[in-house]
Each structure stands twice: as C-alpha cells, then as structure tokens.
C-alpha cells in the first residue's frame, strides 16, 4: 500500500504548538492567529519568527499595532534570543512605513490598492529572503469588514505570493475576523482564548483547521514566558 | 534525634533513582527536617536543581527557614501557589515564580515545564508540597488527572518527582489516588526515643 505523502513542515520551534500540529505547519500555508485582547496572539506570532531566525531562517514581520521600537525591546526578554546571530536575520516594517513607501494614502482602498500592498510585501520577502513572515494585525490591512470580497481578494494574492516564494505566514486577527468568510480562504487558523474556571483565567490555544496536517483539535492551556509560549493539557477533572 | 533525618530522606531518594514518582509520607512535626533533606542533602549535594512546588507554606517563609538553616539555595527554584491567596505584598525574588492559587493546576503544570527548560539538561528533583494542601483545594478528580499527567511527564524526563503526604490528615479517596499515581509510597519515619 502506497504510503500517503507528507507535506514539508515549517517547524514553528514553539514545542507545544509543533506537537499539536504534528511537526509544525505545513510549508507555504497562510494561517491566522485569532483571539481577544491579552490571550497571547503577538506573543505567539512573535516567536515564530524569531524562532525561525534562531534555526536559521530569515521572516519578516510588519507590525500595524506596535511601533517597532516597542516591538524591538520585547525581544532581550526571550531567553533563546542571541542580538548578535539572530537579530540580523528578522526584518521589521510598520505597516504606516510600508504605506509610505508604496505611496498609498490612509483611508483609501480597492483592489489596485491590496495590489500595491502584496506587491510591497513581496519585496520585502524577496529582499530578505524571508522563510517567514508575520503581519499583526491583518484587521488594520484589510480595508473594511463590510468588503469581504477585498478581503479574499487580498488574502488570496497572498498567499499565491507566498506559495510561489517559498514563505509561510502568520497572520494575526482579532476572533471575530476569523469567524468570518476569510477563515475559509486561509489554510489553518489557531484561535487564542481565555476559559475561566471558578473565577481563574486561563489562556487557551486550539487548531481547529490547518489544511495538509492531521491535527489536534482538542484545547490547551498556555503559558507566556521568557522561555516562549508553553502548552500544557486542559484538564477535564474526570469530566 | 532527628539531626540525621535530613541525610536519610536522601539516602532514600538515592536509593530508588531517576524516573520513579515518589509519595513521601511525613509528619507535621519533621516538616523542615524533611524540606532540609530534600534540598540540601539530596539536591546539592548531588548538583541537582530542585523545583519546589508549595501550596502549603509561602516561598518567603521557605527561604527564610533554609537561610537559617544555612541551605545552600543556588539550585533551588519555588513555584509558589500561596502567597497571592494571602492577599499581601508579593516581594519578587528571582528564584520564585507565583502562581495565583492552588487551583490553577495547569498554571502550576505550566510553571513546572518552565523551570526545566531553563534547567537544560541538569538533573531535577520536583517536590509538591503538599499532597493534603493540594486536596484541599481541588477536587479529587482534577487531582488525580493533575498528578497523573506531571508525574508521568517528570519520569519520562528522568526527574525526581516527589509528592510530600501526611497520611493521617489525608481523604481516603486522596490516600488511595495517591497509591495509584506513584510508583512508590515511602514512608519517612522519625527516629525512636529510647
């Protein structure tokens, strides 16, 4: 019996979402992070590229919520993080610099507009040679929740952009985005949550879709630390 | 004639080796002869780490009692589940980590997995202190699930998980779970007076 072919796995190097995950995300895949505020989405995306960069694998990562001098002194806090080996590897962009640079007006959108942004992206993957690439968050990308057609239009041009680069994504959003129609354009999403039990706050992770992985669909509880983002069993107490 | 207690709750541990789940049965009144035992006797001295799960005594209280003590602490790492149920001034200290209760086991579990990555490859002795405090705030259920999985997990890693009891304040139902997630109950008893 033939054996099934397995598809290459970009190993994100967080241990616990790798083992859920059954190696990792399957290369070239788009996948959104969604999750309310606080439950660990930046965190998670972050390490994922600077994982990446400590493996050897240049990402790109275009921040739309943090100034990128914030982004930049969260990073010393990761115990595996090395300034001198790995920080060369990881190229920063705010998505107000890469407007600029492309020369797009704030406000304005359509379809020659999602245009000018994948084309500006691709430049900066080619340029960087980036194995990864994080943009949080796509909510302030995508124009209007209203246009879902702009929506798709752009996450499909995407993600045929990173196909044909060799780049796998993460793309960080807020939960209700990927309730919505582009949940089905993308290839896996993990949604971040809080579960509060008896009044305790836990912050949870589970992979409801990731197209070419056999997967874990059940929840887990994370941690945020300086030594990344841990994963440990939900427990049902005999439920 | 408890002075070589300390040095025989290690012998004891030596004896049985890496990777087996261990119930220490104690009595309240060798508490500290025990901690002192397990810490110093058996952890620094084998140049081991030692992370020290209490949801009976705060952290504070710990430290100041080995520092007293004259404990060597180097290796010693708290994971400390009560003194924000207290609700007083929580005073940062490197080697400790807080967890908000006793409770939050996967919190705990969390706190647990995180200490050993820092840890490497160096061996490690996990102690839970205690057993009865634990039961007193959860179900014996979620206990039972809790235990199973980190012990199963610190064996699979060549830890030395050791879960401290008093037996004669413990449920049954506790006594009996406890029997079945570790491999060995051993009981430390004080010396006789003659």
Same mark, same amino acid.
């Given at each position: 019996?033939?054996?099934?072919?397995e598809?290459?796995?970009?190993?994100?190097?967080?241990?616990?979402?790798?083992?859920?995950?059954?190696?990792?995300?399957p290369t070239?895949?788009?996948?959104?992070?969604?999750?309310?505020?606080?439950?660990?989405?930046?965190?998670?995306?972050?390490?994922?590229?600077?994982?990446?960069?400590?493996?050897?694998e240049?990402?790109?990562?275009?921040?739309?919520?943090?100034?990128?001098?914030k982004?930049?002194a969260?990073?010393?806090s990761?115990?595996?993080?090395d300034?001198?080996?790995v920080?060369?590897?990881?190229?920063?962009?705010?998505?107000?610099?890469?407007?600029?640079?492309a020369?797009i007006?704030?406000?304005?959108a359509?379809?020659?507009?999602?245009?000018?942004?994948?084309?500006?992206?691709?430049?900066?993957?080619?340029?960087?040679?980036a194995?990864?690439? /994080?943009i949080?968050s796509?909510?302030?990308?995508l124009?209007?929740?209203?246009?879902?057609?702009?929506?798709?239009?752009?996450?499909?041009?995407?993600?045929q952009?990173?196909?044909?680069?060799?780049?796998?994504a993460?793309?960080?959003?807020?939960?209700e985005?990927a309730?919505?129609?582009?949940?089905s354009?993308v290839?896996?999403i993990?949604q971040?949550?809080?579960?509060?039990r008896?009044?305790?706050l836990?912050?949870?992770?589970?992979v409801?879709?990731?197209?070419?992985?056999?997967?874990?669909?059940?929840?887990?509880?994370?941690?945020?630390?300086?030594?990344?983002?841990?994963?440990t069993t939900?427990?049902?107490?005999?439920? | 004639?408890s002075?070589?207690?300390?040095?025989?709750?290690a012998l004891?541990?030596?004896? /049985?080796?890496?990777?087996?789940?261990i119930?220490?049965?104690?009595?309240?009144?060798?508490y500290?002869?025990?901690?002192?035992?397990l810490?110093?006797?058996?952890?620094s001295?084998?140049?081991?780490?030692?992370?020290?799960?209490?949801?009976?005594?705060?952290s504070?209280?710990?430290?100041?009692a080995?520092?007293?003590?004259?404990?060597?602490?180097?290796?010693?790492?708290f994971?400390?589940?009560v003194?924000h149920?207290?609700?007083?001034?929580?005073?940062?200290?490197?080697?400790?980590?807080?967890?908000?209760?006793?409770?939050?086991?996967?919190?705990i579990?969390?706190?647990?997995?995180?200490?050993l990555?820092l840890?490497?490859?160096?061996?490690?002795?996990v102690v839970?202190?205690?057993?009865?405090?634990f039961?007193i705030?959860?179900?014996?259920?979620?206990l039972?699930?809790?235990?199973?999985?980190?012990?199963?997990?610190?064996?699979?890693?060549e830890?030395?998980p050791?879960?401290?009891?008093?037996p004669?304040?413990?449920?049954?139902?506790?006594?009996e779970?406890?029997?079945?997630?570790?491999?060995v109950?051993?009981?430390?008893?004080?010396d006789?007076?003659?």
């Amino acid at each position: 019996m033939a054996k099934a072919s397995e598809r290459e796995r970009c190993i994100t190097g967080i241990e616990g979402l790798d083992n859920i995950l059954g190696g990792g995300i399957p290369t070239h895949n788009i996948v959104l992070v969604a999750g309310a505020a606080g439950t660990g989405k930046t965190s998670l995306a972050f390490e994922f590229v600077v994982r990446g960069a400590v493996s050897g694998e240049n990402g790109v990562l275009i921040t739309t919520v943090e100034s990128k001098s914030k982004l930049l002194a969260n990073i010393p806090s990761l115990v595996f993080y090395d300034e001198k080996t790995v920080g060369k590897r990881i190229t920063i962009m705010t998505l107000k610099d890469l407007l600029e640079e492309a020369g797009i007006s704030d406000g304005v959108a359509g379809e020659s507009v999602m245009d000018m942004l994948i084309s500006m992206v691709e430049k900066m993957v080619v340029t960087a040679k980036a194995k990864r690439l /994080v943009i949080d968050s796509i909510d302030t990308i995508l124009p209007d929740q209203k246009e879902e057609r702009l929506d798709t239009y752009f996450l499909t041009k995407l993600s045929q952009m990173l196909h044909e680069k060799g780049s796998t994504a993460i793309l960080v959003c807020k939960a209700e985005t990927a309730e919505g129609g582009i949940g089905s354009v993308v290839d896996g999403i993990i949604q971040m949550g809080n579960l509060e039990r008896k009044g305790d706050l836990l912050r949870t992770m589970q992979v409801p879709k990731m197209k070419g992985a056999t997967h874990s669909r059940a929840k887990y509880v994370i941690d945020l630390t300086s030594a990344g983002v841990l994963v440990t069993t939900l427990l049902k107490g005999g439920i | 004639m408890s002075e070589d207690l300390h040095s025989r709750v290690a012998l004891k541990l030596e004896a /049985v080796g890496p990777s087996v789940s261990i119930g220490l049965e104690i009595k309240i009144e060798s508490y500290f002869d025990i901690v002192r035992g397990l810490i110093e006797d058996f952890a620094s001295k084998n140049g081991m780490n030692c992370i020290y799960v209490t949801s009976s005594v705060p952290s504070a209280t710990l430290n100041s009692a080995l520092q007293a003590l004259e404990v060597d602490t180097e290796g010693l790492r708290f994971i400390d589940c009560v003194s924000h149920t207290m609700m007083g001034a929580i005073h940062r200290v490197d080697n400790t980590v807080y967890v908000e209760n006793p409770s939050m086991l996967e919190n705990i579990m969390l706190k647990v997995e995180y200490f050993l990555r820092l840890a490497g490859d160096k061996k490690t002795i996990v102690v839970f202190d205690s057993a009865n405090s634990f039961a007193i705030h959860n179900d014996p259920k979620i206990l039972s699930e809790f235990f199973t999985i980190i012990l199963n997990s610190l064996k699979a890693r060549e830890a030395y998980p050791v879960v401290l009891m008093i037996p004669d304040q413990l449920k049954v139902e506790v006594k009996e779970m406890l029997g079945m997630v570790c491999d060995v109950i051993m009981p430390i008893e004080q010396d006789h007076q003659p």
